[in-house]
DNA sequence: CTGAAAGCGCTAACAC
DNA sequence: GTGTTAGCGCTTTCAG
């Protein structure tokens, strides 16, 4: 009973709490730590109906809530997947972060999430510091162009799954092991462009941050390729890409649409349509609009990318390229905890999934102008 | 060495991943593992220079990662920070949670999250399972009235603070210590509210979901109150409170001040201005009034509460009351943290904030009409 | 300065 | 059926 004493002592004492353990369960039980054990994990038939009760019993009575430290000391792992994502603030990976946990909940799992602004030292440090915790499983959310920086801890038997980063060439490389779920993001800024092409638009302007990250790039390439494919010579001035050094602007992602737009439409021959590289930059871009005194869609469309639930809500409604988050979030989790629990092994898997424009009020033909 | 063999075994077998222990550093070190430890806990005051340099290599060479779990198994509880909220897909809780996750990382705390959807058999699932990964403080954001479900952790030892939920009387109750942080609800309502009146406004909306929360029952009074100041009676009728059944409207607040809006807007005598419960909403509200045929602020004014980033770059540019959030999660954490390692003690704080009205372009002077 | 040993709370053999 | 025991990887006295 002793043990019951306060714990914290020493500089930077830790607060006592009083644990209730398996052992004072069997006590008042009457009965021994194995036998409450067993009742812990479901292995009622080793037992009379009677002793379960007894212990049940004695767990409400005392409180107790098993210690999931020690029990996955044992078992090596704990059912936590880590999340990493550049930032929550950012209502993308908000919702993003949400579909997960949804999609983890239902397999008995919970998430630990951190926010890596996209910098591969802090994407690491989380990664470690996830993997001693025990966390078995991450899922990077649109990750660096390189993965170096996670190829230890996997080689180590770290099971990842990357997000919108085709992993392919990675893998080749090292040989590791690292499924990747994507939309196909060329196809998804084809089809956007395309449209803006339908509707007469010939200057486009291509909004994003620094292009340092796969899905970025293949955007930017999709965006050319329908361009070319039209007969259009991809005009680089047209190409927004902030300053490099000024990060990523997830959590500001508005602020820098609403920046990029601004520079774009006042240049002496100004695009009359704007690609915008996610939802959040052509929001920004509205307000980059408006602050030019230009109205959209009359003056300028805007088109986006992901269709966060904040597109429908816009004024106006924006036109955007949807990816089916909720699904190919249920897709990833599915992937990941069947690998941790050994039920799916092989190579590594690289799903592929095809966006779909939605056309809303931010697009309009060009005028005659 | 055997000890290296695959652990996984037995149904639902979870794969193998090989550890490297504070052995296995001890002994290429050719040290303890005390000694190893001792490194680990930065007491290099204990061992000679060229030591801590072999098993800092010894470390390196192996890739080691300490065993957080074993580590905290012994020290009994993890520098870890449980955050209940809502709903991470709504951009405000998304920033909330990224602000309490610098402040916590700032401490040298990660943060697991859960989303709890205002459910309080949910929060107490959540709050047990964190207790039983020896997380031992716990920050609820706008819990729900009651704060029943968490007295029995509190009363073992869990640490919380409550966010937007004045827990006085609550304490009184059970006499269990609980410290929360809000910004003057009823008071950022008045400014809202007189706000509207000084610009001529008569008939002011309330656009809430249902007043389940503690803030939301404060913000309802502080609306009243400036109304009766005014020599004017807080109508039934516009208080718009959605269908209690259909949950809080988390994820979809803009989409339930879209409808209130709606509904509100198309009474026979609507009113001709609303004040929002929350930024979302008033967004909501802009769509509400569009689906009207109604321009704001021209037709409608429309207030919010949080001040969200996406306040500002809305269109137009929502006047709203600002709450200092990042300052305030600042506070939350730090009061969390120093009750945790000890450093703070005493009876529970309730730390209250003044909100500030930011005008900006959704709100006009009444239409003569 | 360094090492040996005793647990932290739980699980999983293996006896009884 | 139920209890005993030996660790999981680490920290922490307490001896050397």
């Known amino acids: 009973m002793d043990r019951r004493r306060v714990r914290g002592r020493g500089s930077g004492a830790l607060m006592a709490s009083k644990v209730v353990t398996i052992e004072d369960v069997a006590l008042l039980a009457k009965t021994s730590p194995s036998t409450v ?56 990976w908000g919702a993003f972060a949400q579909c997960v946990e949804e999609a983890a909940r239902g397999r008995g799992y919970q998430v630990l999430f951190g926010n890596a602004g996209r910098d591969p030292a802090q994407e690491e440090r989380y990664a470690e510091s996830l993997w001693g915790y025990g966390v078995r499983g991450v899922i990077f959310g649109s990750s660096p162009l390189s993965l170096d920086h996670v190829q230890g801890l996997v080689r180590r038997g770290l099971r990842a799954v990357t997000f ?18 994507s939309v196909d993001n060329a196809l998804g800024a084809r089809l956007a462009t395309e449209h803006l092409l339908a509707l007469g638009h010939r200057r486009i302007g291509f909004l994003s941050g620094p292009l340092r990250t ?5 955007r930017l390439e999709g965006y050319r390729g329908a361009l070319r494919a039209a007969g259009l010579d991809p005009h680089p001035a047209l190409v927004w890409e902030g300053l490099p050094s000024e990060g990523f602007g997830d959590v500001e992602g508005a602020e820098f649409g609403r920046r990029g737009a601004r520079d774009l439409l006042g240049l002496a021959e100004p695009p009359t349509a704007l690609f915008a590289i996610n939802d959040m930059y052509a929001l920004g871009a509205y307000a980059g609009a408006r602050d030019r005194g230009l109205a959209v869609p009359d003056d300028v469309s805007v088109v986006g990318f992901d269709d966060i ?42 799903t592929v999934v095809t966006p779909e424009l939605i056309v809303r009020a931010s697009t309009a033909a060009r005028e005659a102008a």
Do not use: C, W
Not at 56 to 65: E, F, S
Not at 164 to 181: F, L, N, P, Y
């Open 37 to 92: 054990s067993n009742v812990l994990n479901g292995r009622l038939d080793r037992m009379r109906p009677e002793t379960q009760e007894r212990i049940q019993r004695a767990m409400a009575q005392l409180g107790y809530t098993p210690n999931q430290l020690a029990r996955q000391l044992k078992t090596g792992q704990v059912p936590i997947l880590g999340l990493v994502i550049p930032s929550v603030a950012n209502p993308f």
């Open 164 to 181: 919108d980063r085709d992993t392919r060439g990675a893998d080749r490389g090292v040989g590791v092991e690292i499924d990747s779920i």
């Open 214 to 218: 796969a899905s970025r790039l293949q």
């Open 309 to 350: 639930f904040l597109a429908e809500v816009a004024q106006p409604a924006l036109t955007t390229v949807r990816q089916p988050l909720r699904e190919m979030l249920r897709t990833t989790v599915t992937m990941l905890v069947d690998r941790l629990e050994g039920s799916r092994d092989g190579p590594a898997d690289h």
